[in-house]
């Protein structure tokens, strides 16, 4: 079984341009969960899709945005990039949500490595 | 004071050492637990999950919650070069279940 695939693994953008980042998950998985890793602040989450509806959400501001298509792949976008947002950007997918009660395991893809210059 | 405090490390320790991570919190909402191994250049992998206090062995992993007192540990016995990598805490519950990682302790175990 295939696991969680992320693409582009690595991207370099400039101030100002915004980006697009693709999560397929594990077959059969509907839900799909994106966060950003840092090594000043870890790993946070950014938000949560669950059969195409967002379900839960990070806090980060508007410029952080998503999406989740009908076959359960999902988008990532960041607007007006800032230094900031240079990180790992991580995706990950459950059977269940797991923003909630649910003790489904999380399987997480290799990330996508943002550098903004 | 952030919700999930975990030492960074880096820990250092010689192959065969039981190692002990560990993580404090501070909301008492939290319900579910889970600890995370990552290593470098790859996402992270669920080692072990406990829902609320009490002990929980897998092989030479064993995972301990203690609610009251809101500190949660990682137990690595006969620990090997190949347990190098860096471990996240992670916990959910309360109002939205989200769930909110520490920052990762480091591990290198030494051959």
């Known amino acids: 079984k295939a696991g969680v695939t992320q693409t582009p693994r690595y991207l370099i953008k400039t101030r100002g341009q915004q980006v697009t980042l693709s999560c397929s998950p594990i077959?059969?998985?509907?839900?799909v969960s994106w966060y950003q890793q840092t090594p000043g602040q870890g790993l946070q989450f950014l938000f949560e899709?669950?059969?195409?509806?967002?379900?839960n959400k990070g806090n980060f501001p508007g410029r952080f945005s998503g999406r989740q298509f009908s076959n359960s792949r999902s988008e990532m976008n960041v607007s007006t990039l800032e230094l900031g947002d240079s990180a790992l950007y991580l995706c990950?997918?459950?059977?269940?949500?797991?923003?909630?009660?649910?003790?489904?395991?999380?399987?997480f893809g290799p990330g996508t490595r943002l550098t903004v210059l | 004071q952030k919700e999930v405090e975990q030492d960074p490390g880096p820990l250092s320790v010689p192959e065969g050492a039981i190692v002990s991570l560990n993580c404090t919190y501070s909301?008492?909402?939290?319900?579910?637990f889970m600890w995370y191994r990552q290593y470098s250049r790859k996402g992270p992998e669920l080692l072990m999950y406990?829902?609320?206090?009490g002990n929980k062995e897998d092989g030479r992993f064993t995972a301990q919650v203690d609610k009251s007192s809101k500190y949660i540990s990682l137990f690595i016995r006969d620990s090997q070069p190949s347990d190098s990598a860096t471990y996240l805490c992670?916990?959910?519950?309360?109002?939205?279940?989200?769930?909110?990682f520490g920052k990762g302790t480091l591990l290198t175990v030494n051959p």
């Open positions: 990950a997918s459950s059977l269940a949500p797991s923003s909630g009660v649910s003790t489904d395991t999380q399987y």
């Open positions: 077959s059969g998985h509907r839900s």
């Open positions: 899709y669950f059969s195409e509806t967002q379900r």
């Open positions: 909301n008492s909402a939290f319900q579910y």
């Open positions: 406990t829902y609320s206090s």
């Open positions: 992670a916990m959910k519950g309360g109002s939205n279940y989200k769930l909110t």
